[in-house]
């Protein structure tokens, strides 16, 4: 059971390079999100998705982009790196986001850096 | 809108003494309540959760009530450990949205 898996761990890019940001959860969870974990300000939502074919913005999406083919996988992709994008980034999923009882489960994260 | 507020950290406390952390919310409708954890290296892990007013969520001897009339949610534990270093997030969904606290830091020394 391995619940929400995040590759790669750790990311070195080099400004105005692109990369995919891979997650996969493994228990049919409808709802998917990207977060952002910086100092001092918490966790930002970057994009999400209510189901397969499904995604919209949250409150930080500039410079991500997001597909929902299937309801296992959901990357973020970064577009051309720039350093304000060094963070950790954390993939989240629940099994139905209009349900305010489930909590959310997450992946280990990765973290990017971006010079 | 809604939102999250938790007490800054850092917190350093000293083996076997008594923990809050304060956590207060702004929301309309009747969200639910978490208070999540994450150790060093890793991902967000629940710790407990409560659904309505006056419920109270507890695990690993921690502990928190859903307070509707101070609209609070307050994480206590009697005796810390060293394991429980670690960041604590307070977070609320209204069913629309999830809304996360900035984090509060605690070690515990021995």
């Known amino acids: 059971n391995a619940g929400v898996t995040q590759t790669p761990k750790f990311q070195v890019l080099k400004t105005g390079q692109s990369m995919t940001l891979q997650c996969a959860q493994d228990?049919?969870?409808?709802?998917m999100s990207w977060y952002r974990q910086d100092p001092g300000m918490g966790l930002r939502l970057i994009h999400y998705?209510?189901?397969?074919?499904?995604?919209d913005q949250g409150e930080v999406p500039n410079g991500y982009n997001v597909s929902r083919s299937t309801t296992e996988d959901f990357p973020l992709r970064l577009l051309s790196a720039a350093p304000s994008q060094t963070s950790v980034y954390f993939c989240a999923s629940s099994l139905d986001r209009g349900r305010s009882n489930y909590g959310y489960t997450f992946g280990s994260g990765t973290r990017l850096t971006v010079v | 809108g809604d939102s999250v507020t938790q007490m800054e950290g850092p917190v350093t406390l000293s083996e076997e003494a008594f923990l809050t952390i304060n956590c207060t919310y702004t929301?309309?409708?009747?969200?639910?309540l978490f208070w999540y954890v994450q150790y060093p290296g890793e991902g967000l892990q629940l710790l407990l959760k409560?659904?309505?007013?006056?419920d109270k969520g507890s695990n690993k001897g921690f502990e928190a009530t859903y307070r509707k009339e101070t609209t609070s949610f307050h994480l206590e534990k009697g005796s810390v450990q060293v394991s429980d270093s670690a960041v604590y997030f307070c977070?609320?969904?209204?069913?629309?949205?999830?809304?996360f606290g900035t984090g509060t830091s605690l070690t515990v020394i021995p």
């Open positions: 228990m049919n969870h409808e709802y």
């Open positions: 998705s209510v189901g397969a074919g499904i995604t």
């Open positions: 977070a609320l969904n209204t069913g629309n949205q999830f809304y």
């Open positions: 409560a659904t309505k007013a006056d």
């Open positions: 929301a309309t409708g009747y969200p639910s």
